[in-house]
T-cell receptor
Framework: SQQGEEDPQALSIQEGENATMNCSYK?????LQWYRQNSGRGLVHLIL?????REKHSGRLRVTLDTSKKSSSLLITASRAADTASYFC????????????FGKGTHLIIQP | DTGVSQNPRHKITKRGQNVTFRCDPI?????LYWYRQTLGQGPEFLTY????????KSRLLSDRFSAERPKGSFSTLEIQRTEQGDSAMYLC????????????FGPGTRLTVT
């Protein structure tokens, strides 16, 4: 079953604008990860944030985590056409349960 | 290419037939995962191995599904008596347990059951 929900389900913006995607999850977590998937392909890991971290940056990506609200956000700044893809958050519960639980994803379209 | 590879990339089979997929992880990775993804959904966890030991199986893994990783390197996922509901992308991922836990995914095997 899907643990999380991404919001919005779809997002279309102009190149150069910032894109923000949100993720909510249900159970306690060890870490939360964001992945990108281009159409019909495998997933690419973007960034991981641990449960004791609140914010993390990687290049044009900024991730926040609020464990009290069981939510995370992914910000992509200065978007490019190549950022067009589906973005998924995934949680790892830990404690021996090592499989990732993914949300349904946000489909991001960057208009040139 | 030293990434995760999966074969075949596409498989079309008739209902009731058995199919087997193969995954070759990144060579130094000791954990290997299988996921299933249907159209418009995120991947759903099926099972994972640490070396050759199968450590966790999801409830999605019915008794028609079996996975192996006999020598702790490549893995196979077999589906017996396929059903139309098995049509999906089957994704394999690997990682090295060192505290990072980011998973590296292969390109997937797309299964179509007619």
């Amino acid at each position: 079953s899907q643990q999380g929900e991404e919001d919005p389900q779809a997002l279309s913006i102009q190149e150069g604008e910032n894109a923000t995607m949100n993720c909510s999850y249900k159970t306690s977590i060890n870490n939360l990860q964001w992945y990108r998937q281009n159409s019909g392909r495998g997933l690419v890991h973007l960034i991981l944030i641990r449960s004791n971290e609140r914010e993390k940056h990687s290049g044009r990506l900024r991730v926040t985590l609020d464990t009290s609200k069981k939510s995370s956000s992914l910000l992509i700044t200065a978007s490019r056409a190549a950022d067009t893809a589906s973005y998924f958050c995934a949680t790892r519960s830990g404690g021996g349960a090592d499989g990732l639980t993914f949300g349904k994803g946000t489909h991001l379209i960057i208009q040139p | 290419d030293t990434g995760v590879s999966q074969n075949p990339r596409h498989k079309i089979t008739k209902r009731g037939q058995n199919v087997t997929f193969r995954c070759d992880p990144i060579s130094e990775h000791n954990r290997l995962y299988w996921y299933r993804q249907t159209l418009g959904q995120g991947p759903e966890f099926l099972t994972y191995f640490q070396n050759e030991a199968q450590l966790e199986k999801s409830r999605l893994l019915s008794d028609r599904f079996s996975a192996e990783r006999p020598k702790g390197s490549f893995s196979t996922l077999e589906i017996q008596r396929t059903e139309q509901g098995d049509s999906a992308m089957y994704l394999c991922a690997s990682t090295f347990v060192s505290g990072s836990y980011e998973q590296y995914f292969g390109p997937g095997t797309r299964l179509t059951v007619t």
